[in-house]
Nanobody
Framework: VQLQASGGGLVQAGGSLRLSCAAS????????MGWFRQAPGKERDLVAG????????YYADSVKGRFTISRDNTKDTVYLQMNSLKPEDTAVYSC?????????????????WGQGTLVTVSS
């Protein structure tokens, strides 16, 4: 496993969680990174993305103003701070490394995928 997501769990609506995605075996410092989520019966969608140096970020409309993506290249780790969580945020969250230094919005733009972490938001 080259990417490992962690930090998921059960939280009440309005609460917060911080997800981490740690790279092992090889660094992804020159790659843009993305957080995806997949709810039961739905497609996997890009939630947030960050360029190789953190200078550019992308957020899906559904999470703008609530989620923040960041990265620490010295630790080969990407984070997703999730605030004001809603029941509709319930999903398996996965991190992925883009094929380039720039954010990709399509699945095909990502070459490496990590195992997901489950986030459950209760109402």
């Amino acid at each position: 496993v080259q990417l490992q997501a962690s930090g998921g769990g059960l939280v009440q609506a309005g609460g917060s969680l911080r997800l981490s995605c740690a790279a092992s075996r090889r660094p992804f410092r020159n790659n843009a990174m993305g957080w995806f989520r997949q709810a039961p019966g739905k497609e996997r969608d890009l939630v947030a993305g960050i360029s190789w140096n953190g200078g550019v970020t992308y957020y899906a409309d559904s999470v703008k103003g609530r989620f923040t993506i960041s990265r620490d290249n010295t630790k080969d780790t990407v984070y997703l701070q999730m605030n004001s969580l809603k029941p509709e945020d319930t999903a398996v969250y996965s991190c992925a490394a883009s094929r380039t230094a720039n954010i990709a919005t399509r699945h095909s733009g990502y070459a490496y995928w990590g195992q997901g972490t489950l986030v459950t938001v209760s109402s």
